[in-house]
Every structure is written in C-alpha cells, then in structure tokens.
C-alpha cells in the first residue's frame, strides 16, 4: 500500500515537472524531433530539460575552453531506441576535432619514430638533401662540432620526416639522445604552465641533438621568441650543441616574421634569433609535391 502511495506521489511530480517543462518551446520542440509522446516526455522531463540546458550551452561555445557543461567537451544527448529513451553523453564538434587531431598527432608521431634512412623516396627535388644527409650520417661523431641544416620549403614535401630519419639513424647508433619538439606546440604548453619552463628549457638547451620542427608557424610573441626559442638557441650556440630547424619560410622570411609581435616590430632581437640560426646550421631549400594531401 505504501508503495503504491509513494509511485503516486512520484507520478503527481513528474507530472508537475512536465507542466512546467512543457511551457518552454525548445522542450515541445526536444519532444517532436525525438518522436515521443508526452506520456514519454513526463517520465524523463528533468534528463531532457539536463540535455536542453547542456545543448544551449553548446550554441554559445567556439572552442572547449568555454565549455560549460558537465562534461568538459561532451553534451548530455537523449535518443530514442526502440521504445526506450537513452540518454549519454557524446562529443561536441570541437571534442570530436581535438580527438581527432590527437589521434593523427600519434600517427604522425608513430611515423617520425620509425622513420630511417632506407626508406626516404629519391626524388629529383631530393637530391641535395640526401646527399647533404648521407655526408652528415658519415662524418658523424659525437666528439666533434657539426652544423646542423635549417631545412626549409613547402608544406607537405616531408622535411620533418627526412631529419627525423637522420636523427633517428644517429640514436641508434651511437646511442644519442635526440628530441623533435613542435615549436607552436612547446610555446603554447609552456604559457599554459610556466612552472614547465626551467626545466623544459634546461633540457632542451643540453638534449644531444635537437630539431626545432615547423618554426615560424607559432604566433610570435616577444616571451616566445626571446625568453623560449632565443635562450635554448643561445645555449646550444655556446656549447656547441647540434641543432635542426624545419620551416615553411626561408631565412629571411623567417626574421621579417619573428620581428612583428603585437606590440611593435623589434627587427633587432629578431636578426639575433636569425644570426643564431644561421651560426648552427647549414641552409637547405625543399621544394616540391604536397604529399599528405595524397594520403
């Protein structure tokens, strides 16, 4: 008996809740895109005015970090299946972009691990990097000074790969450690937490052999330029240090770009990040055929 009092109680609340819901467009219009009745609309009203709330949240949002819902990047979505209505959580568009950004960074990554000399594709355009590469492999010796290759040209023509395969070669077999950073990635992790910097730093200004990957595509900033790339650049420039670039600019494209930050333009510490570069490494051009827009 008692049971039966408290699921009456339960029904009279639901249906107070459903009354009230019901005056609320976006609820009348949840109920006629899922399909259901009003009887089925009553069962469930606060889920579906959880999922109302959650789905407004998400027409006001332009990226994750604005994200308002429970779940960081996720909408508390219903579906009807069969006679059921399920509710779960799914992945925004910016979610569903991140993952999928993600998984093609451990892709990529995947690659340039196993990249090697044997498999780099001869082509015309190629020449004088391969032979710049197999004359460096040669000469290698850890003990001894040697300038690394500012390696610059059009998106796609797989410089990271050529240099990782290199890089990759001389772990191997001298056992070196060597590290290829993102420069935009590293700047944006580093301003996010600045607790990262000293020893990011200290690690990158002594890490063997070092490739700066796709310098240049970072906004420029004067902390980013003289504070981060400025100051592992000086080090390894004084010690010596081993150091590759990878571009989708030449050299002075590079330094007319690294000279505008959003205060003013500061062409002199610019040219100084340049000379650096400049001091460590040889200068390369690669031209040729976008090949990731072929896979």
């Not at 332009?62 to 992945?91: A, D, R, T």
């Not at 240090?241 to 690294?258: A, R, V």
Request: include cysteine; proline fraction near 1%; hydrophobic fraction near 35%.
């Amino acid at each position: 008996m008692e049971l039966k009092i408290n699921q009456e109680k339960y029904s009279k609340i639901q249906e107070k809740e459903f009354n009230e819901a019901i005056k609320n467009d976006a609820y009348k219009a949840l109920i006629k895109k899922l399909k259901i009745t009003e009887k089925e609309a009553q069962k469930s009203t606060l889920k579906l005015m959880d999922s109302l709330e959650e789905l407004s949240n998400c027409k006001k949002c332009s990226n994750l970090y604005e994200c308002k819902n429970k779940v960081n990047g996720y909408v508390y979505f219903p579906e009807k299946k069969e006679s059921n209505l399920i509710f779960s959580y799914i992945p925004c568009k910016y979610k569903k972009k991140a993952q999928k950004l993600q998984e093609e960074k451990k892709t990529n990554q995947s690659i340039l691990d196993n990249a090697r000399l044997k498999d780099i594709k001869i082509t015309k355009n190629r020449t004088e990097i391969i032979k710049w590469i197999k004359n460096y492999y040669d000469k290698y010796n850890e003990f001894t000074t040697h300038n690394g290759l500012y390696l610059h040209g059009n998106f796609g023509t797989g410089k990271t790969y050529l240099l990782a395969a290199l890089l990759n070669e001389l772990k191997n077999k001298y056992n070196v450690v060597v590290e290829v950073v993102y420069v935009p990635e590293l700047l944006r992790k580093l301003k996010e937490n600045l607790n990262l910097v000293g020893d990011k730093l200290y690690y990158l200004e002594n890490v063997n052999i070092l490739l700066l990957d796709d310098i240049g595509a970072e906004k420029v900033t004067e902390w980013g330029r003289d504070e981060i790339i400025g100051t592992i650049l000086q080090s390894r420039m004084n010690n010596a240090m081993p150091t590759f670039f990878t571009s989708n600019l030449t050299i002075q494209e590079l330094e007319k770009t690294l000279s505008i930050t959003k205060d003013k333009e500061d062409a002199i510490k610019a040219k100084r990040i340049i000379e650096r570069i400049k001091y460590l490494t040889d200068d390369i051009e690669l031209l040729g055929n976008n090949y990731r827009e072929k896979e």
